[in-house]
C-alpha cells in the first residue's frame, strides 16, 4: 500500500512585492503537486478578508497557471457548510493567509474549519501559509495577536513551535527563546521572511528561500540556543 505523504510548508514572512508576484517559494508550492494547473484554495481569515490582498493573491497565482479558488467569511456571500467541504476537496493546495493568529482560529473553530484541514492533510493536500498561517500547523505559535508576544496553541499538525518573522521583528528572537525554556518545548523552530521551511511527514525535510540571507532556525535548549537549518 502505498503511503499518502503529509506536506506542509511554512513561510516566516513576505513583502509587499512578494504578494504580488511567484517568488521561489510560490513556485516550489506549486510544484509539489507535479500538476500543470493545480488548484489552490486561498483562506485569508487572519487578515480580515482583505480584498487587496486575495485580489493580489488570485493574480499572482493564475497567472502562473494556476486554479485559484477563495473562502471568506466576512464578506458575502457567507459560506454554507456543504459550500466549505467542497472547496476544500477540490484543492490540491491549500495557502492559509498571515495576520491575526487568534481571531482566524477562533473563526475557524465556529465553523468547523479545524477538522476539515486536518481531514485535507490526512488526504495529502499540500497545505502552507505565511505567518499566521504558518504557526497555525504546529502544537504552538509564537503570535503577537493578542497585543503582546505569546504562545498560542495552533492545530497539531507539526510537533513543537514555530517562531516566524524571528530576524525582522524586535524582541521577537529573545522572546520566544525565553518561551521554549520556561515551557521546555522541544523541538522549536524559526524563520524569518523570505524563507520558507518544508515539513514532510511531520518532520523538517527542506529550506527554501526568496533571499539567499535569510534562514530557518532549530531553536535548542542548550548553547547555542540558535543553529542554522
Not at 503529509?6 to 510544484?31: A, L, Q
Not at 483562506?43 to 486554479?67: H, R
Not at 497539531?156 to 520566544?176: N, T
Request: glycine letters at 8%; aromatic letters at 10%.
Amino acid at each position: 500500500m502505498t503511503k499518502t505523504n503529509k506536506n506542509i510548508v511554512v513561510i516566516g514572512g513576505e513583502s509587499t512585492e512578494d504578494m504580488k508576484c511567484m517568488t521561489p517559494i510560490d513556485e516550489y508550492i506549486r510544484s509539489l503537486t507535479d500538476k500543470a494547473h493545480p488548484t489552490i484554495l486561498y483562506i485569508p481569515t487572519a487578515n480580515g478578508d482583505d480584498p487587496l490582498k486575495i485580489s493580489d493573491f488570485i493574480g499572482k497565482y493564475e497567472n502562473a497557471g494556476c486554479v485559484v479558488t477563495q473562502l471568506t467569511f466576512f464578506t458575502p456571500p457567507f459560506p454554507r457548510a456543504e459550500h466549505i467541504s467542497s472547496l476544500i476537496d477540490q484543492a490540491e493546495i491549500i495557502y492559509i493567509a498571515g495576520g491575526n493568529t487568534r481571531a482566524m482560529l477562533a473563526t475557524w473553530r465556529e465553523f468547523g474549519i479545524i477538522n476539515l484541514l486536518k481531514e485535507a492533510w490526512a488526504k495529502g493536500k499540500i497545505l502552507c501559509g505565511v505567518s499566521a498561517g504558518a504557526i497555525c500547523w504546529f502544537d504552538y505559535g509564537h503570535s503577537d495577536s493578542g497585543g503582546a508576544f505569546a504562545l498560542i496553541s495552533g492545530m497539531g499538525l507539526i510537533s513543537g513551535a514555530l517562531c516566524p518573522h524571528f530576524s525582522s521583528e524586535a524582541e521577537r528572537e529573545a522572546s520566544f527563546i525565553e518561551f521554549i525554556h520556561l515551557k521546555g518545548i522541544q523541538p522549536a523552530y524559526a524563520v524569518d521572511d523570505n524563507v520558507a521551511l518544508h515539513f514532510k511527514n511531520g518532520k523538517y525535510h527542506k529550506s527554501i528561500r526568496n533571499n539567499a540571507s535569510c534562514n530557518g532556525y532549530a531553536i535548542s535548549m542548550v548553547s547555542p540556543h540558535v543553529k542554522s537549518l
